[in-house]
């Protein structure tokens, strides 16, 4: 169906920032969707108006329940339909009648069965091109649109306002990309559950997130791709100015096989599809995990010029394996000059490394890190640096303080407190500290902390160009670092 | 140096078992390794007699403290030392007048310097030698012996009573890696930072391991390895009845650099070393975070007799991604017969994916995932199964609880409570019962919780064989399997 790019963008963007919304198939029954969508809705804070649909109540949550569409007596921009599968069609007519924008269809039980449901799928399209409404999913877990305060899935996840969009074909990897998110600190600027993509589909996403002012980076999740030329055409123009970062499900004919009896739709020739974004410069993730760490990254680190990497360590175990993956992933590790040895070196016992990686040995000098990492920093020999076990060290500062009380009678609590305080706020000096140095020189400053942090993934720091970026493990660091290189350098060779 | 094995392992078994340990350095100064080693003896709940030495001093955590070992009135079986490098020979000679059997020597300064340190280890060893004291490190971070109560670590992480025994050249990976022990609830029977390995090397460690009735998994963090043949026949014979994961850092010619500069070892050339790993079915880790992975499946799980997986998820997506990587990792995901389809069917709605993966389609059926995993067990058509989302849905319900009670002034307190409480107690029925199965079919059931739980990786089963596993991601969970299936298949091959 041929439809004007602008009118697309325009009506998702009412779908997405809505001023008032329609619930039809509202619950207040535990357990039932009506009641995950619009408990969650409400919880989450969306501050347009609200309008319960169903017939059989009059309050719900303490707000007026409308027996019918027709009934709101204000105009509605966006309606989510939770009614059973065969009154979707109804529902959508009176949506129509109403002069609502967009729809998103909850309700399953569509082109993902039988030749009933196809029908029926195709019938809901019939009337969404006929009355003028978008039509999300049908069969969708629901969207996130954290700027519009607006949370709208099944599970209650409410990841905080980023700059990273997630369109998900599953409604499962999206609950479980959208709670990481949460739970690692990494700002969305939506979410999308796309469902069967009757109607709207990734490349639509794709053609209206190109122009969103709060997306940077998207991260895709897909199984299967109609029209797979215009999705390739497109992304490869998007990737340019926002990197897009793509898991493909069913990779392998296992996957495929599994894909095929879950969504119906049968999942294209994937070497090729794979092949064509690899030429595009689009990045391949392998695993769903690998969705986040990768926009963590992306969405907060400057991009690296090229693959040499500078490591400074507090511990020489970790430097040796970090560099060792460097070295599996493409990246190297180069010597550094003697100036630099030097200056580090003032900061640190005589039997220290003296090279990369720059081996701290548990120093407790506050400055060794910072002199070190900067000295690296204006070094043009590397592009990037990665810093190990800094920001994490203070877990353990804790656990020590923690015997201490119980077994130290004679240790004074004053100064103990003050070690404890000593310790957090000197791990918040040197995030700040890695993001001003980011800014001044442009480079990535990756960490990894170790122990796993409270405190999220990625470290926001307000006023400045760039956040930190703290992972678990040096292995994570290193992946994501190349694949932001590999990036760097496939939009170098290949300028818009 | 010839030394008969009897004797070693049992004077190591002193050393990991101490009647009475005497601190030589102890100090209740901040920041000073005699503080961290003592408090963290102390703290750990050591039951053992305790001697802190130190001449400046007469009390400390409340103990009496003994200017000189000979002044401690009783016997001592282990000795920590803890004074400054030039001072340890002196030290050392004490402790072999006193009759102690084995020292724990911290104190940095020696082989991993200059000639001078080199000297001066050759002279502690000969001084160990001469007096029959058995040396770690020196240049070790420490021990933690689970089964004796003893944490004599600079790290004050403590892991649980286990099986695991994890011996590592590099003092920060073992903090690390003990630390996500503890946090996992992955069980240690010991750990030891085997530092400069003046005296002990790795493979006498191994030759301990091998009888010690704890030990179940060896795992070791590798940098370089003297007498390389002992090193792999010792290997391949424990290999045999206790499976052994290696991580050797310094794979790369960037690691090994890094490594030279660290430890001042060279290690060797890593592909025949790696090499002959393989050969010997010993598991190779790539890094870090492995060597955990896999101990959890390992110490918990039977082996899988075979590569055939049975997928049982709760939602389409998550099946997909896992029968990708099981393809990857060159696992199987077989179809299952028509009488297996439609006994899991009886708890599925119509339009459930009928094959492996089993989708269970988001059910709330609390048999359905039960009925699947058990038909699936019950089948001899595969050799273990994977079970996602089914544990880590508590934490979504949680979170809809959350929303619920904040928003809806008519749901009643105690039907929350009520569900509230079903869905953890769900879980724990759900562990115990995998754990059941497992006994009873002799295969591997691997969980996947796909949100990070506070309750670890491993769950243990009281008066059970095995323990629940359940890991964050898929793809650890097909990495595990893999490898588990590697090792039986290896070791199939090659009966000892």
């Known amino acids: ?36 969508i619009a408990s969650n809705i409400i919880a ?17 949550f303490g707000l007026p329940v409308f027996a019918r569409i027709a009934d709101i007596p204000e105009s509605v921009d966006l309606a989510f339909v ?20 967009g729809a998103v269809v909850i309700t399953s039980g569509f082109g993902e069965t039988d030749q ?10 019939k009337i969404g091109l006929e009355k003028g409404i978008y ?17 709208a899935t099944g599970s209650h996840s409410r990841p905080q306002k980023g700059s990273v969009a997630f369109i998900s074909q599953s409604g499962n990897l999206g609950n479980q990309l959208t709670h990481w998110a949460e739970q690692q600190g990494i700002g969305l600027s939506l979410f999308v559950g796309s469902g069967n993509e009757a109607m709207i589909t990734c490349t639509d996403y794709l053609e209206y997130l190109e122009q969103d002012p709060h997306t940077r980076i998207i991260t895709l999740y897909l199984e ?20 897009i970062i793509v898991l493909k499900g069913g990779r392998t004919e296992a996957g495929r096989t599994a894909a095929a009896s879950h969504t119906g739709a049968m999942s294209g020739d994937d070497a090729i599809f794979r092949g064509a974004c ?80 720059v081996d701290l040995v548990g120093t407790r000098d506050l400055d060794a890190p910072i002199v070190a990492v900067e000295e690296l920093m204006k070094w043009e020999g590397v592009d990037a640096i990665i810093v190990l076990g800094i920001v994490g060290r203070d877990e353990f500062v804790h656990m020590l303080l923690r015997s201490v009380r119980e077994v130290d009678p004679d240790a004074s609590p004053e100064l103990l407190k003050q070690i404890e305080d000593m310790s957090r706020t000197y791990e918040e000096t040197f995030i700040s500290k890695m993001g001003e140095l980011m800014e001044a020189y442009e480079k990535p400053i990756i960490g990894v902390s170790l122990t796993r942090t409270e405190s999220g993934t990625v470290r926001p720091l307000p ?21 932001m290189a590999a990036y760097h350098r496939d939009l170098a060779e290949k300028p818009g």
């Open 1 to 36: 169906m041929e439809r004007p790019k602008n009118h697309l963008i325009a009506c998702l963007n009412a779908i997405f920032h809505p001023r008032s919304i329609a619930l039809v198939g509202a619950s207040n029954t535990f357990g039932k969707w009506g009641q995950f």
């Open 44 to 60: 989450g804070g969306y501050k347009g108006r609200l309008f319960p649909v169903n017939p059989g109540h009059k309050e719900m």
């Open 82 to 101: 939770i009614t059973p599968a065969k009154t979707v069609p109804g529902v959508l007519d009176e949506c129509g009648d109403k002069g609502v924008k």
């Open 116 to 125: 009933a449901g196809r029908d029926l799928e195709k019938e809901i399209v």
């Open 135 to 151: 039509i999300i999913g049908p069969n969708t877990m629901g969207i996130i649109s954290p700027y519009a305060d607006l949370f």
């Open 224 to 243: 299967s791709v109609g029209q797979g030329a215009r999705f390739l055409e497109t992304a490869m123009r998007v990737n340019r100015i926002k990197p």
């Open 278 to 357: 690899r030429q595009a410069g689009i990045v391949n993730a392998r695993v769903p995990s690998e969705l986040l760490t990768l926009s963590a990254g992306f969405s907060s680190l400057p991009l690296p010029k090229g693959n040499r990497v500078g490591i400074v360590t507090l511990g020489g175990g970790w430097g040796v394996v970090t560099a060792d993956q460097c070295s599996d992933r493409g990246l190297t590790v180069p010597s550094i000059p003697d100036a630099i040895v030097e200056a580090i070196g003032r900061h640190l016992p005589p039997f220290w490394s003296r090279g990369n990686p």
């Open 463 to 483: 006023g400045r160009r760039y956040s930190g970026v703290y992972y678990q493990t040096p292995e994570t660091a290193v992946s994501v670092l190349a694949r």
